[in-house]
């Protein structure tokens, strides 16, 4: 009797706990799962998939595989959920890894997405993708150095992938590096010209590098090609005024505006080209519009207040000058253009008010301290106007240097390119006399020097260049 209830207790306890897992199924209908999603046919493969984990549960790569399925479904939820028992099942699976994290990019959850893309990476440090997403993961995260090193290992394990480019262009841009962002801009647009979005970082870079001439053609090809998209309008019609061309920019914002007419930046570029070619009536008109398209900008209300004041017309200027500061509190020029106003209409102690508040907020603004010491004059408090005016003479001293600094450096380039080193040194270091946070000067001098075999002095003037501009190297 005892041994009867014994064998009764096993046969219900066998009967109750979970079926034992069938490998050999869940394997069978995985495979069937990669055949129909390579055909194209989401929902079988999605039944297919689910079929072998409940075949198998513990099988990683089968909730790897679902979860790709349901993201491309559009059901993200569910397809982070998948990735996570897959990386829980198994850290090591480098593909459930990369998709957990890229999928969180996707969604915008930054923060999470950037454990599982460094674990995909230091799985498989060739697999470009994975590089790509930590990059784009580092760079929102104001980690510019670590995006560029991601990205540049991203185009180095897969050349042809013009996004990488493209994102590796704009981090070099924001860093710094212009040189080397206009090289990596250029290979994106000739891996695929079809991307509207590379072209037009191309022309913004080329714009901060001063070649208005090449970015006025790489831009207009963009137009051509791209006629609706807004970005590269605006762009053209900036690099239009870099050239000089104040008609052809005018020309593009025009028809920009017609096109997008909610396009409060559009109107506000073709005040400031109006502006440029002393049509203050039509200037006047497009910032009235910004303004009404863009309760939030700043600039509109500024420049209609200039002007305003450009046109005598004080009361107006100052109420335009304070809006833009109820848009921007720390906007300097809008508070050094409101006390210009209040010290042309006579209320010397409000403008010397908004003069200090814009040396507060820009401390090398020279034309606020030229202004408070004409205020403190006219006060008759000599001493103090006295040393606003040696700090506006100190600053622009300053910026003369810094000028002369960046010929001194050409001129060194030039001497260097002739094989005349020693001419090219004195240059360069006459350019770090006259500024020293030129981080050109230091590294052209470091480079001068190295080829004079002054390795020790090379290495401190490259090492002072590296603390200005992390991206240099030798």
Request: overall charge neutral; glycine content about 6%; some cysteine.
């Amino acid at each position: 009797m005892v041994i009867l209830l014994a064998t009764a207790i096993c046969v219900l306890a066998q009967s109750t706990s979970a079926p034992a897992p069938d490998k050999a199924a869940a394997r069978a209908h995985y495979s069937r799962g990669t055949t129909l999603e390579a055909q194209q046919d989401l929902a079988a493969a999605e039944a297919a998939y689910r079929a072998a984990v409940e075949s198998d549960p513990a099988m990683a790569a089968a909730h790897d595989r679902l979860g790709f399925v349901l993201g491309k479904l559009g059901r993200t939820a569910d397809a982070i959920a998948e990735f996570e028992r897959a990386v829980a099942l198994e850290p090591g699976l480098a593909d459930a890894q990369y998709h957990l994290g890229a999928t969180l990019w996707w969604t915008k959850q930054i923060a999470a997405a950037r454990k599982p893309l460094e674990r995909a990476a230091a799985l498989r440090p060739a697999h470009a993708e994975s590089r790509y997403y930590l990059g784009l993961v580092k760079r929102e995260q104001g980690d510019i150095a670590g995006a560029v090193e991601e990205l540049r290992a991203a185009v180095k394990a897969d050349p042809s992938l013009a996004a990488a480019h493209l994102q590796l262009g704009v981090a070099l841009q924001a860093w710094g590096d212009i040189d080397n962002a206009i090289a990596a801009l250029e290979r994106a647009v000739a891996l695929d010209p079809s991307r509207a979005d590379a072209a037009n970082s191309l022309g913004l870079a080329l714009m901060q590098k001063g070649n208005a001439a090449r970015a006025v053609e790489t831009l207009r090809k963009t137009v051509d090609r791209h006629p609706d998209f807004g970005s590269a309008r605006l762009n053209l019609g900036t690099a239009l005024l870099q050239a000089g061309d104040t008609a052809g920019a005018v020309d593009v914002y025009r028809t920009l505006t017609e096109r997008e007419t909610a396009n409060a930046e559009a109107f506000y570029d073709l005040g400031l080209a109006l502006k440029q070619r002393d049509d203050f009536a039509g200037a006047e008109t497009a910032f009235r519009s910004a303004l009404r398209l863009d309760p939030a900008m700043p600039e509109a209300p500024y420049s209609l207040g200039v002007v305003l004041w450009q046109t005598r017309r004080l009361d107006e200027a100052a109420a335009m000058f304070r809006e833009a500061l109820s848009r921007r509190p720390e906007y300097a020029d809008a508070h050094y253009m409101l006390g210009t106003v209040l010290k042309q209409q006579g209320d010397s102690d409000a403008a010397l008010r908004e003069f200090r508040e814009t040396i507060r907020i820009n401390p090398s603004f020279t034309e606020a301290y030229t202004s408070i010491g004409q205020v403190l004059t006219a006060a008759r408090d000599p001493e103090a106007a006295a040393e606003a005016f040696a700090e506006a003479q100190r600053l622009n001293k300053r910026k003369a240097d810094s000028q002369a600094a960046v010929f001194a450096v050409n001129a060194g380039r030039e001497r260097l390119q002739k094989g005349d080193v020693r001419g090219a040194i004195a240059r360069f270091r006459d350019a770090v006399r006259l500024a020293p946070d030129n981080a050109q000067a230091h590294y052209q001098l470091a480079l001068a020097l190295r080829r004079t075999g002054a390795m020790t002095e090379a290495r401190a003037e490259y090492e002072s260049a590296r603390r200005l501009a992390p991206y240099l190297r030798w």
